[in-house]
């Protein structure tokens, strides 16, 4: 036996002990990796389209504001108010308690033209997809005539604690109630909110806006220019100035000093 | 011990820190994916649509490179690839700073706008260094103890 056969008979007793296992072993491995990594991808993908029935509100195309009091036809020249909120965000409940119900009074009356852009702040912080079920509900609450007295009272019963969990299934029950739903009305309503009806929707107007820039809710834009509503709040009676309010709001000019920074 | 043990053990602790990192900080984001998209948002560095697709699957790479790394397996890929990771973000985090970006990494989830004043970037940027050194380490010196790359594929794999 040659020096040159010797090493290839121990080169061959080798792989047949160790390197035919190895590429088992590796291929084996490899497979596995590549498993996790397509079932990870087919997760990621499905996620933002796991919320059931995608329809799109009346007369509003995807990733678009609502128009909550549209019928109230405020002339062409109104200032448009764009409000971006999430029924989750602590701030946004302030801003509803104590702004709230001044805006909703100007676009009832048609001096502005009011846009509400939901957003789901709160879920990319917590993960889960409360905030954009509870926006669906809300959603269902306007085909049902009832945005107003839902938005407020959602907001009234927001959840102490910003978790994974978000609103309990019972406390939409109980806006909607509040909000003088009843017989058939919250029949349907309950139906829309148990199908996740706008969840989607609302998830897409998530993505359009953060697209845009606005990251951070409640955020107030009026005619185009942000609006820092918490300088109408005295912080230390924390009394709203509404006439100020009202002045920004239909005049549409946001003065220097109230112009928001973010 | 020799010297090689303890360059061994050198390799152990580098494995383990680098790993146990991209484990945690995956581990921490894999349940929120919409939030670690919208992270790698906040960076503004690429088209929107692209850093979305990028932030679903980051949490996923960083469980499996970490995985790897914790148990030894293909140390040295592994290594390559969580140190590559660590300088992007290195990249990324120092753009943010010197574009005058006022974000939270999002490396631990969380993510997005803070305030100018609740910024760390340094801190960061010296810790992801860190990383990558430890990334750098196993791939100039793959063998390291208690690994599964020894146990399969035995000494000579590594010192290659």
């Known amino acids: 036996m040659s020096n040159q056969d010797r090493k290839a008979k ?9 390197r035919g296992a190895n590429a088992v072993v590796i291929g084996g491995v490899v497979v596995i990796v590549a498993i996790v990594l397509v079932v990870g991808a087919v997760v990621v993908n499905s996620v933002r389209d796991s919320g059931g029935a995608s329809e799109l509100p009346q007369g509003v195309a995807a990733g678009e504001p609502l128009e909550p009091y549209a019928d109230a036809n405020p002339p062409k020249d109104a200032p448009v108010v764009d409000v971006y909120e999430d029924f989750r965000c602590p701030a946004c409940k302030v801003y509803e308690e104590y702004l709230g119900g001044t805006v909703t009074e100007l676009a009832q009356d048609g001096r502005i033209r009011l846009r509400i852009h939901l957003k789901t702040v709160i879920d990319s912080v917590t993960g889960g997809e409360s905030s954009a079920v509870a926006g669906s509900s809300a959603v269902c609450a306007l085909d049902q005539g009832a945005w ?28 909607a109630e509040r909000a003088g739903l009843s017989g058939d009305a919250l029949d349907e309503w309950q139906q829309c909110t148990d199908d996740g009806t706008y969840v989607d929707y609302v998830q897409g107007v998530d993505d359009a806006t953060t697209e845009e820039g606005i990251r951070a809710t409640p955020t107030v834009v009026v005619d185009g220019t942000q609006f820092n509503w918490s300088s109408v709040i005295d912080q230390q009676s924390g009394e709203v100035d509404t006439e100020t309010l009202k002045q920004v709001l239909t005049s549409g000019d946001v003065p220097e000093d109230m112009v928001a920074t973010q | 011990m020799t010297r090689a043990h303890v ?41 929107f649509e692209v850093a979305e697709y990028i932030g679903y699957a980051l949490p996923w790479v960083e469980v499996v490179i970490g995985v790897l790394l914790v148990l030894g397996l293909f140390t040295r890929t592994s290594a390559l690839l969580g140190a590559l990771l660590m300088a992007a973000f290195v990249i990324g985090i120092t753009q943010a700073w010197v574009r005058g970006l006022t974000i939270d990494c999002g490396c631990f989830g969380g993510g997005g706008q803070v305030d100018a004043g609740e910024t760390e970037y340094g801190q960061e940027i010296a810790r992801d260094l860190g990383l990558a050194l430890c990334g750098v380490w196993l791939l100039v010196r793959a063998r390291t103890a208690y690994s599964l790359d020894r146990f399969l594929f035995g000494d000579a794999k590594e010192r290659t």
């Open chain 1, 148 to 175: 107003t007295g839902y938005h407020e009272a959602l907001f009234a019963l927001q959840p102490e604690s910003e978790d994974r969990s978000g609103f309990a299934e019972e406390t939409y029950t109980q806006a």
């Open chain 1, 10 to 18: 121990a080169q061959a007793a080798a792989g047949s002990t160790g």
């Open chain 2, 7 to 47: 360059l061994d053990h050198v390799g152990l602790v580098a494995r383990l820190l680098l790993g146990g990192v991209l484990l945690v900080a995956g581990g921490l984001k894999v349940g929120n994916p919409l939030g670690s998209a919208r992270a790698v948002q906040g960076y503004d560095v690429m088209p």
